[in-house]
C-alpha cells in the first residue's frame, strides 16, 4: 500500500420485507461514530444500498470507479444468525429470490460468462480466529445465500479485484445491540485492512479458505432470507 490516506466504503443494506429496521445499516452508522483506528491513514466512507439488484450494481460500479477503495466492506442482515459471519466468496448465479421491487436477475446471474465464484483476498478464517470482541462470536461461511447482499459482493469483488468483503450480522436483540455490532465491525475491519497489507498472509489464503464453519450448514435460507 502507499502511504498517501486511503478510503474504505462501508455498506449497510436499507428496509426489506418485515425488517423496517435494518441492523446492517444500524451497525454501519455506529461504526461510523466510532471511526478506524487512529494509526490507519484511512478515510471511512459509508453508505446505505436498497435491497434492489438493479441499483446495487449502478451503486457498487461506481464506489470502484469513483472511490477507489483500499477495501470495501458490505454488511448485510442474516435473519437466522446468532452470530457474525464473514463470507469468504460469492456466487454468480442462483439468484431467484425478488428483491424489494419484485425483480429477478436474468438467468439468475450477476454477470454473463462471470465465473461461478469469487473469493475475497482477505482469509476469513483467520480473522474470525482473531477477532474478539466480548458478548459477539464471530465465525466464517463460504455460501453467502443467493440474494442481493452475496449479489452485491460478487459484482464488489468482480470490480475491485477480490478487495471486498461481507459480513452477515444478526437482527437487533438486547443482547446484541447496534452499538456492540459497530464495536465488532471496528474491530473486524481493522483486522481485515492489517491482513492486506502483509503480503505472507496472502500466500496462506488458499489453503484457509478451503475450510468451512460444520455448525452453520451454510443454509441457503439464512442470508436469502436475512438478506441484506
Given at each position: 500500500?502507499?502511504?498517501?490516506?486511503?478510503?474504505?466504503?462501508?455498506?449497510?443494506?436499507?428496509?426489506?420485507?418485515?425488517?423496517?429496521?435494518?441492523?446492517?445499516?444500524?451497525?454501519?452508522?455506529?461504526?461510523?461514530?466510532?471511526?478506524?483506528?487512529?494509526?490507519?491513514?484511512?478515510?471511512?466512507?459509508?453508505?446505505?444500498?436498497?435491497?434492489?439488484?438493479?441499483?446495487?450494481?449502478?451503486?457498487?460500479?461506481?464506489?470502484?470507479?469513483?472511490?477507489?477503495?483500499?477495501?470495501?466492506?458490505?454488511?448485510?442482515?442474516d435473519a437466522s444468525a446468532k452470530a457474525i459471519v464473514l463470507e469468504q466468496c460469492a456466487k454468480n448465479r442462483g439468484y431467484r429470490d425478488a428483491d424489494i421491487r419484485g425483480f429477478r436477475p436474468a438467468r439468475g446471474e450477476c454477470l454473463p460468462d462471470?465465473?461461478?465464484?469469487?473469493?475475497?483476498?482477505?482469509?476469513?478464517?483467520?480473522?474470525?480466529?482473531?477477532?474478539?470482541?466480548?458478548?459477539?462470536?464471530?465465525?466464517?461461511?463460504?455460501?453467502?445465500?443467493?440474494?442481493?447482499?452475496?449479489?452485491?459482493?460478487?459484482?464488489?469483488?468482480?470490480?475491485?479485484?477480490?478487495?471486498?468483503?461481507?459480513?452477515?450480522?444478526?437482527?437487533?436483540?438486547?443482547?446484541?445491540?447496534?452499538?456492540?455490532?459497530?464495536?465488532?465491525?471496528?474491530?473486524?475491519?481493522?483486522?481485515?485492512?492489517?491482513?492486506?497489507?502483509?503480503?505472507?498472509?496472502?500466500?496462506?489464503?488458499?489453503?484457509?479458505?478451503?475450510?468451512?464453519?460444520?455448525?452453520?450448514?451454510?443454509?441457503?435460507?439464512?442470508?436469502?432470507?436475512?438478506?441484506?
Open positions: 500500500m502507499d502511504s498517501q490516506p486511503s478510503c474504505v466504503v462501508v455498506t449497510g443494506f436499507g428496509p426489506f420485507r418485515q425488517y423496517l429496521v435494518n441492523s446492517s445499516w444500524e451497525a454501519v452508522k455506529e461504526l461510523s461514530k466510532l471511526g478506524l483506528n487512529s494509526d490507519m491513514e484511512v478515510e471511512l466512507r459509508i453508505l446505505q444500498l436498497p435491497v434492489d439488484y438493479r441499483e446495487v450494481k449502478q451503486r457498487v460500479t461506481r464506489i470502484w470507479e469513483d472511490l477507489q477503495p483500499q477495501l470495501a466492506v458490505h454488511i448485510g442482515l462471470g465465473p461461478e465464484v469469487i473469493a475475497s483476498e482477505v482469509s476469513m478464517k483467520a480473522v474470525s480466529e482473531r477477532a474478539a470482541v466480548e458478548g459477539v462470536e464471530v465465525t466464517f461461511s463460504r455460501d453467502a445465500g443467493r440474494y442481493v447482499c452475496d449479489y452485491t459482493y460478487y459484482l464488489s469483488l468482480h470490480h475491485g479485484s477480490g478487495s471486498a468483503a461481507l459480513i452477515h450480522v444478526p437482527p437487533l436483540s438486547r443482547w446484541l445491540p447496534a452499538r456492540l455490532l459497530g464495536k465488532a465491525l471496528q474491530v473486524i475491519i481493522q483486522d481485515m485492512l492489517e491482513e492486506l497489507r502483509k503480503p505472507e498472509l496472502k500466500a496462506s489464503f488458499a489453503e484457509n479458505s478451503t475450510a468451512v464453519l460444520p455448525d452453520r450448514g451454510n443454509q441457503l435460507g439464512d442470508c436469502s432470507f436475512g438478506e441484506n
